[in-house]
């Protein structure tokens, strides 16, 4: 079985930093350094199993947007799938926020990074064959 993929748009980096400055600041370095490896390996877990996942409350919060939502470590992810093996991860927001309210701030706001993710991808596919 193919390793699928995640992106991350310059969004969702600056989300998953965030998270991790605010968690080595309430939980110290040890604990940050735990939370950042289990973070990372969730976003794997969204790309190589979403398909699968069942979720109508997160689809209800997801509701009206371009994203499917899937929550790691008490942060929901918004991500599209691009293509089979690839998933584009758009932004990142703890649970306690209004997901509905962000995901919508968020469709307008990496609209063009997800675009410039695709063709990157897309471009990268075409000359690895």
């Known amino acids: 079985m193919t390793r699928k993929m995640y992106r991350m748009t310059a969004t969702a980096e600056g989300h998953f930093w965030k998270a991790l400055r605010e968690s080595r600041q309430k939980w110290g370095h040890k604990r940050a350094e735990k939370y950042r ?9 969204i ?6 996942f069942n979720a109508p409350h997160r689809d209800e919060l997801a509701a009206d947007t371009a994203f499917l ?3 790691v470590e008490h942060r ?28 919508r701030e968020l469709q307008g706001l ?15 596919s075409r000359h690895a064959t």
Do not use: C, W
């Open 110 to 124: 990496v609209r063009h990074e997800i675009d410039a993710l695709k063709r990157e991808i897309d471009h990268v």
């Open 37 to 45: 490896v289990d973070f990372l390996q969730g976003l794997q877990r």
């Open 47 to 52: 790309a190589d199993n979403h398909p699968v």
């Open 69 to 71: 939502i899937h929550l």
């Open 76 to 103: 929901y992810v918004a991500f599209q799938e691009h293509d089979k093996e690839t998933i584009i991860i758009a932004g990142i927001f703890h649970e306690s926020m209004d997901i509905p309210t962000r995901l």
